[in-house]
């Protein structure tokens, strides 16, 4: 909202310029002045909207940078041709070829470069890599966990909902489908806690990308102007993500490496709630809901057996515990 009063603002001061100043430059009307102010104004904010938006803070940075050691270079190697005694303005045509040229240069170089320009001290709050603004998907927000973790300190920096998985959570939310209708709302409840929470900094952005397809790539690209991370547990918009270079954090993972350690040799007490595959296998659960496969434990399902631990699989799901009933090779 704030956005758009500025953008009208700007609008407005261009035309009362230009219907002011118009006739001063030969202009015959003050109002042609003033049409001439707002094609300015427009054009102004169509680059804005159309090139500036799509680039992240450390790019306008390192451009601006190149911009402004351009000129200062262009301007001390013109000082020379304005002291040429030369009438009109024609000793200003090689100062201000000079200024466009090294300007560009400038500008371009640094963009090339800018992964060897490091943020001052001051925009060090403002982007990912720092302080951590992290974009959060539906999926994660559903799952609830993030909120847990945000919760006990681990998880620094803002949080931040994007206006379209939002809008994407509440489609969910009306869906007729009662499985999907109940994931939409929990979802929903859980973020409303959030933002009440006082340990937790989550913020609602509004910056949405029409031309983009499917709301995974606008995560991506949100990810990419922003100069955040993603935290999601989407397998394939983890992959889809670092494949354009944006940063994830994958909660199934953190999961995953948050469950305790088990050796080969190692007893523990399951209980088998279930056949498994195998001839004459029984399939158990830890605490944290990792599977153990018991060789020769079918009869025992509904029990709780002592088992000793033989091997341990560690897949992209999850982790696996292969075990044999306590006992069973005396």
Do not use: W
């Amino acid at each position: 909202m704030l956005i758009n009063l500025i953008r009208l603002l700007l609008i407005v001061v261009c035309v009362a310029v230009g219907y002011y100043i118009g006739p001063r430059f030969g202009l015959e009307l003050g109002m042609h002045g003033a049409i001439a102010g707002g094609v300015m104004a427009i054009l102004i904010v169509g680059f804005e909207r159309g090139v500036l938006r799509g680039a992240s803070l450390k790019e306008l940075g390192v451009a601006t940078s190149g911009l402004i050691m351009g000129l200062a270079a262009a301007n001390l190697l013109s000082i020379p041709f304005y002291l040429i005694p030369i009438g009109g303005m024609n000793r200003f045509i090689v100062p201000l070829g000079l200024n466009i040229a090294l300007g560009y240069l400038g500008v371009i170089m640094s963009l090339e470069r800018k992964a060897d320009f490091t943020l001052p001290a001051f925009l060090k709050g403002s982007v990912g890599e720092n302080t951590g603004l992290r974009i959060l998907d539906t999926s994660v927000i559903i799952d609830g966990r993030v909120a847990d973790i945000s919760r006990t300190g681990f998880l620094g920096g803002s949080l931040v909902i994007p206006r379209f998985v939002l809008h994407e959570l509440h489609t969910i939310a009306d869906c007729p489908d009662s499985l999907k209708r109940k994931r939409g709302r929990r979802g929903l409840e859980i973020l409303n806690k959030m933002q009440k929470d006082p340990k937790m900094n989550v913020t609602i952005q509004d910056m949405d990308f029409p031309e983009v397809d499917g709301v995974d790539s606008k995560l991506v690209k949100l990810g990419k102007v922003m100069d955040a991370e993603l935290i999601t547990n989407d397998y394939n918009l983890n992959r889809i993500a670092e494949l354009e270079g944006v940063r994830v954090l994958n909660i199934n993972e953190l999961a995953n490496a948050m469950k305790p350690v088990v050796l080969p040799g190692e007893i523990m007490a399951v209980k088998i709630v279930k056949e498994g595959k195998e001839h004459n296998q029984g399939v158990g659960y830890l605490d944290d809901g990792t599977m153990v496969v018991v060789e020769n434990a079918r009869k025992s399902t509904g029990l709780t057996v002592d088992v000793v631990i033989t091997s341990v699989l560690q897949t992209s799901a999850g982790k696996m515990i292969f075990a044999q009933l306590r006992g069973a090779n005396e």
